[in-house]
């Protein structure tokens, strides 16, 4: 039995995925034998119905100096957080004078710098320094620190309430969210936007893309439970917001309740998830059916594809991959590398299978019969980017929503 961070409810988990490393640790040879690993499991609260991993490894363990994701990697994703600018400032901000937007998990400033010029005034809260300081170096304001009660009394002091608070794949990375809303709950001035987006339960269903969950995702967030989590300190809905990004995620508005009207759409989504079945333990059991289904097939077409003699290389070393590989027991006998756009990734080995990661580079001219494209939430732009591996002849090996080969 585990206790709910939001409710307190007990809750008992419905997969367990095994030992599980740090996802975004990619490490050397010499490190291997000091890997850090916890036990992966994830539970369904029947009270509030928020799914999240039951155990999670220090913040400090998963977020430092070394952090190796940077936002600003996709040129698509750069658009996207310009789209999510725009938005706060036409339908949030438009008639403040000199709007202050705080961001946390700011990463290397690929949204805030759509905040860097007058009218607006912005900050950053991230804690891994070695991010942050690239966004400093593009000038934007950027402090290196957790988020809580304590740093929102300090941002109040210093720069006064906010009237916009953004995050983007950051909420659902912090196990203590009662935390950060109380220090939301201090950092906004009446009538302020809470808006931040992760990837959603709903879509995590629906595709089976059970790599959501990982070290770092400790929630998958659905209308529902955010709504109970929120509601504890005074806040509501105000609307939300589907999105394509990271294979499917939802944008969340809050505010105080009563200082902002209510969209339509939150009552029509809700809906949506009662019908998909997202209150249900049933759902989660099946979910879990569906999880192995693709963990086997992998597997077996993987070791398929090596007695038939072909070569299988895996495109981009995601923070996800680091779930499906561990869970599958996918080792480099079945890939011969993952090939990375990062630098910092690069010449390092993946987490827990340790697959040599190599550069992007390495792909060209050198094309092997198959890709397995863990990077699929990038699928459209990756496919243009590589038009030419499926010219000559070479197939897509896909694992969301099912196991299938892209001829
Ligand atoms: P993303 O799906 O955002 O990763 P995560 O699961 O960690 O959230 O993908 C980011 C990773 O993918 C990063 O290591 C860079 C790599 N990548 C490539 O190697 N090539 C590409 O064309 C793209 C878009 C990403």
Redesign the pocket.
Known sequence: MAKCRICQTEYQPFIDFGPMPI??NFLSEKDFPREYFFSMKAGFCHSCSMVQLLEQPAADVMFHDNY??FSG??RL?AEHFKKFADDIKQNYLSDKASPFVVEIGSNDGIMLQNFAEAPYRHLGVEPSANVARVAQEKGLNSIVRFFNLDTAKEIVTAHGHADAFLAA?CMCHIPTLHDIIEGIAHLMAPGGVVAFEDPYLGEVIRNTSFDQLYDEHVFLFSLHSISAAFAQHGFELIDAKPLET?GGSMRYYLSQKGKRPVSPRVKQLLQEEVNLGLLLPETYDKFRLGCEQIRDDLKYLLIKLKRDGKRVVG???????TTLLNYAGIGPDLIDFI????PL?QGKFSPGMHIPVLA?ETLQGNYPEYLLL??Y??QK??FA?EAQFAKDGGKWIMFVPNVHVVE
């Open positions: 996802s975004n190796t994701f990697t996709s994703m794949n990271h495109y981009a070393a995601t923070s996800k991959s090939s990375d756009t990062t990734k992007a863990f990077a939430n990038h732009e990756i980017k």
